[in-house]
C-alpha cells in the first residue's frame, strides 16, 4: 500500500505541476489569439470537434482503458490491442472523410468540411500512440505523461501563434492541433517502451471488446451530453456564438480540465489495483472529495465573482457578452468537480453500467432543456440548462457512489465543509473588497481591470488559506504533505 500511496501522491504533484502550467499556458495562448482571431474562428473549430469527438468513440473501442484496468499484460495482449486501435483508427478516418460534408450541412457552414477532413488525421495518428500512452498510465508515470502534455501544449502554442501572425484563419489552429497530436504520440511511443509485433490473441480481442462496448454505450451517450450545447447553439444561433461559449468555457473549466482531471487520471489505476477492498476503497475516495472541493469550490467562487475582471483582462471588451456566460459556467464546473470522482471508481469496481445510466439519465434531461430554453433565451438559455441538468444529476451520482462502497452521508458532508465554510467566507471578502474599489479614493481599479483582478486573487487567496489554517488546520497540514513531503501525507 505504501507503494501505490507513493505512485498516487507522486503521479498527483508531477500532473498538476505541469498541467497547471499548460494550462495557464494555453489561456495566454488564447488572450493571444482571441486578439487575432475572429469569434467565428473559434466557434467553427469547436464545431469541428463536435465531429471529430462523435467518431472519437470508434477509434479506440474502449481498448485502452481495458489495457489499465487488466491486471496482467504480456506483448501479445499489447499488441493486440494495438493493431485492434490501429485498424479501427484508420477506418474511422475514412469515414471522417466521407461524412465531413454532411457534418457541415447539418452547421450550415461548408468551411467546416475541409476542416472537419484535416482534422480527421489525428484518427490515424493516435492509432500508434493510444496503446503507449494507455501503458503509460496503467504504469502510473505519470511524470513522464506530463511532461509530454506539457511539450505538445508548447508546440500548440508556438504554432498556432506563429501560424495566426502569418494568416488569422481558422487554419492556424487546425495546423497547431495537428503539429501537437503528432509530437505527443511520438514522445508517448518512445517513452513507453512497447515493441511492435504482429501478434493477435482472439479472445483477448473478444475480451477488449466486450469490457470496451459499454464503455462505448456509455462514452456516446456522454459524447451527446457534452457536445448537445455546440450541437444547438450551431445549428440555432450560429458559429460566432459557438466562439462566444467556447472561451468562456475554456477558463471556467480550467480547475476540471486540468486539476480534477489529472487526479482522477491518477485515481483510475489506484483504485483498480485496490478494488477488491471496499474499505479502503471508502477511504480513499472521500479523502479525494476533501482534497477535489478544497481546490474546487473556491476557485469556481472566485471565477463567478471576478468574471468581469479576468474577461476584460484576457480577452478585451469585444468579448464583454461572455462574462455572464462564464458565470454561470462557474457554477457547472463546481457541481462537477464535486461528483467527478464517481466514473473511476464505477469502472474500477467493475461497475460501468452506473456511468452509462447516469449519461442516459443526463440526456434525457439535456437535450428537450436545451432546445427549448436556447430557442426561448439564447446563449444564456444554454448555459443555464447546462446547470440545471448537473443540479438535477450530482444527488443521484453521490447515490451511486455509496451503493457501490457504501459510505454515510455525515463522512460525505464532513469531507465538503472545510471547502464550504472557507469558500463563503473568501468569497464575502472578494465581494467586500470589490464594493470597497468602487469609493472615490479607490476609483483607480475603476480604470484597470487587471488591477482590480489582481488585487482580489491575492485578498482572496490570503483569506482563504488563513481560514483554511484556523478552521481546519488537518486539511492545511495533509495538503501541505501532499505537496511538499511526497508520499508522507495520508492518501
Not at 11 to 22: E, R
Not at 71 to 92: E, Y
Not at 150 to 159: D, E, H, T
Not at 359 to 375: C, D, E, S, W
Request: aromatic residues 12%; proline residues 3%; positive net charge.
Amino acid at each position: 500500500m505504501t507503494s501505490l500511496k507513493h505512485r498516487t501522491v507522486s503521479g498527483f504533484k508531477w500532473q498538476v505541476i505541469l498541467q497547471v502550467t499548460t494550462k495557464v499556458l494555453s489561456v495566454g495562448t488564447f488572450a493571444i489569439l482571441a486578439r487575432i482571431l475572429d469569434p467565428s474562428v473559434f466557434g467553427l473549430f469547436a464545431l469541428a470537434f463536435v465531429a471529430i469527438d462523435g467518431l472519437s468513440l470508434f477509434k479506440a473501442f474502449g481498448i485502452d482503458a481495458g489495457i489499465i484496468q487488466r491486471k496482467d499484460t504480456n506483448d501479445t495482449i499489447k499488441n493486440t490491442a494495438f493493431w485492434m486501435v490501429t485498424i479501427s483508427g484508420t477506418s474511422v478516418f475514412l469515414f471522417c472523410f466521407i461524412l465531413a460534408p454532411f457534418a457541415a450541412d447539418f452547421f450550415r457552414n461548408h468551411d467546416a468540411a475541409s476542416v472537419i477532413r484535416a482534422l480527421g488525421i489525428i484518427f490515424v495518428v493516435n492509432g500508434f500512440g493510444k496503446i503507449p500512452s494507455a501503458l503509460l498510465t496503467r504504469d502510473m508515470k505519470f511524470k513522464t505523461i506530463s511532461i509530454i502534455q506539457l511539450i505538445g501544449g508548447i508546440v500548440n502554442s508556438i504554432c498556432a501563434i506563429g501560424f495566426a501572425l502569418i494568416s488569422p484563419s481558422i487554419w492556424s489552429l487546425v495546423l497547431a492541433y495537428l503539429a501537437k497530436t503528432v509530437v505527443m504520440d511520438v514522445l508517448s511511443w518512445y517513452h513507453s517502451g512497447f515493441r511492435l509485433r504482429f501478434a493477435f490473441d482472439g479472445k483477448v480481442a473478444r475480451e477488449f471488446l466486450s469490457f470496451g462496448s459499454i464503455l462505448m454505450a456509455g462514452g456516446l451517450v456522454g459524447y451527446i451530453t457534452e457536445n448537445i450545447n455546440n450541437i444547438a447553439v450551431g445549428r440555432l444561433l450560429g458559429t460566432t456564438k459557438v466562439g462566444y461559449m467556447a472561451l468562456a468555457n475554456n477558463v471556467a473549466s480550467f480547475i476540471n480540465t486540468h486539476f480534477t482531471y489529472l487526479i482522477l487520471r491518477v485515481l483510475f489505476p489506484a483504485y483498480s489495483s485496490i478494488q477488491d477492498d471496499k474499505p479502503e476503497l471508502q477511504r480513499v475516495y472521500l479523502k479525494i472529495l476533501k482534497y477535489i472541493s478544497l481546490f474546487t469550490i473556491p476557485f469556481c467562487l472566485a471565477l463567478a465573482i471576478l468574471s468581469r475582471e479576468l474577461v476584460l483582462t484576457l480577452y478585451g471588451e469585444k468579448w464583454h457578452m461572455i462574462i455572464p456566460i462564464m458565470q454561470v459556467a462557474a457554477f457547472i464546473q463546481l457541481f462537477a468537480s464535486i461528483v467527478s470522482g464517481a466514473g473511476p471508481l464505477y469502472m474500477a469496481c467493475g461497475r460501468p453500467k452506473y456511468a452509462l445510466h447516469l449519461a442516459l439519465a443526463g440526456l434525457a434531461v439535456r437535450i428537450p432543456l436545451v432546445i427549448f430554453m436556447t430557442q426561448t433565451w439564447g446563449l444564456m438559455g444554454t448555459i443555464l440548462s447546462d446547470l440545471f441538468t448537473n443540479m438535477l444529476l450530482a444527488p443521484l451520482s453521490i447515490l451511486l457512489v455509496r451503493k457501490t462502497i457504501a459510505f454515510s452521508w455525515a463522512d460525505f458532508w464532513k469531507a465538503l465543509k472545510p471547502s464550504l465554510l472557507c469558500s463563503g467566507l473568501m468569497s464575502a471578502v472578494i465581494i467586500g473588497f470589490k464594493l470597497l474599489a468602487n469609493l472615490p479614493f479607490l476609483n483607480f481599479f475603476a480604470s484597470y481591470p487587471f488591477a482590480l483582478l489582481l488585487a482580489c486573487t491575492i485578498v482572496g487567496c490570503i483569506t482563504y488559506g488563513a481560514a483554511i489554517i484556523l478552521f481546519d488546520k488537518s486539511s492545511y497540514k495533509e495538503v501541505k504533505d501532499l505537496i511538499f513531503r511526497l508520499g508522507k501525507g495520508a492518501v
